[in-house]
């Protein structure tokens, strides 16, 4: 049997990675066929650099659709590589065979965002992905580049979806434009996430070393359960009361106040946490309800008053309201309540 015949070719090398990955990604047998698709996406790669599918200074647009799609298999493996972890229950070699799949996988992620900005995809300009192909290991972005790049991954993932569902509703050509529109859909995709693991490995990478670094120095990190017995030692912070006489301070001294993004630096307060009201501004909102309660329950009693409690309005009154207490005590059990942390 040949080796086309047994499925050792290109194509079918590409599929049985790209199913691998969308099992691994899905959890079913992950580490069987987390190897399954390593083994897989390697010949891959060995197969477009034997048959120089891809050569230097070419566009996207001198290659086929079907071409096209064999540019994600970097980007596969290094899918596939950042989730492998040792199986090894030392510590220290753990953890260096851990930073070698790291190393190799940001790597692949690197390489796939090269490829599509050398054959000059539109959405794989220089000045969007030179950061990632030039950011040492463990740098972060800005909170704002962050957002846009969450921003511009939710756009390209409907876009996606969209062009799929009508792929998947007709019978179109191998050759039709919306092939080739889904492609270009699914490398975008695919790049933007490519840009985030970047930083993502790049984090864990320092991590480690880091690490490796303190044991090599006689150091010993700190174990799970010492971290937890320091936090649980750790005084809380007081709490930041916000008021009206302090924000006219702050605007005195100068300093802007952004509701929406309260931070405070001196005090490590983030957006999330911080406060965005004034004590008075509470106040006021909790009086408004108060008093909208009691109006609503002055309104009950003046109606109450108004039909006889002999009446037949009042018996039929009476019932829908015993029978609505029924449903809601058959809908909300004693007990039922918040069972957090009660074994």
């Known amino acids: 049997m040949s080796e086309d015949a047994a499925g050792d070719n290109l194509p079918a090398l590409f599929a049985k990675a790209m199913s691998c990955w969308q099992d691994v990604r899905a959890g079913k047998d992950p580490q069987k066929r987390l190897d399954e698709g390593l083994a897989s996406v390697k010949r891959a790669a060995h197969f477009l650099l034997h048959l120089n599918v891809f050569s230097d200074n070419e566009e996207h647009t001198e290659h086929s659709t079907l071409s096209l799609r064999y540019l994600a298999i970097p980007f596969i493996h290094a899918e596939l590589l950042s989730r492998k972890f040792p199986a090894e229950r030392d510590p220290e070699v753990r953890d260096k065979e851990r ?3 790291v190393v190799r996988a940001r790597e692949l992620y690197q390489q796939f965002i090269r490829n599509l900005r050398d054959m000059e995809f539109p959405f794989a300009a ?5 950061y990632y192909l030039e950011a040492k290991p463990g740098n972060r972005r800005e909170r ?5 790049h969450l921003k511009a991954m939710k756009a390209a993932e409907s876009t996606l979806q969209e062009i799929e569902e009508v792929v998947k ?4 050509d191998e050759d039709d434009e919306m092939h080739r529109e889904h492609m270009m859909a699914l490398l975008h995709s695919y790049l ?5 693991q970047v930083e993502n490995v790049g984090v864990e990478l320092s991590m480690l070393e880091h690490v490796v ?3 090599a120095a006689g150091e010993h990190p700190p174990s799970s359960q010492q971290l937890r017995d320091e936090a649980k030692q750790r005084k809380p912070e007081p709490p930041l009361v916000l008021t009206s006489d302090a924000v006219k301070s702050m605007a005195a001294s100068g300093k802007t106040i952004n509701r929406a993004n309260f931070k405070l630096l001196t005090r490590g307060y983030g957006p999330i946490g911080a406060p965005t009201m004034t004590m008075e501004e509470v106040a006021q909102i909790e009086m408004q309800q108060a008093m909208e309660a009691q109006r609503r329950q002055q309104q009950e009693e003046a109606q109450a008053q108004e039909v006889d409690p002999d009446s037949e309005e ?4 009476e019932t829908y309201k015993l029978r609505a207490q ?3 005590n058959d809908d909300h059990r004693r007990g039922e309540g918040n069972r957090y942390n009660m074994g």
Not at 144 to 148: E, L, S
Request: glycine share 0%; proline share 3%.
């Open 314 to 317: 009042a018996s039929v009154a």
């Open 192 to 196: 933007l996430k490519a840009c985030d």
């Open 99 to 101: 930073i070698t799949y």
């Open 213 to 215: 670094r303190m044991r």
């Open 126 to 130: 220089p000045k969007v992905v030179d």
């Open 326 to 328: 029924d449903e809601w």
């Open 169 to 172: 509703s007709k019978d179109l």
């Open 144 to 148: 704002d580049t962050k957002i846009a």
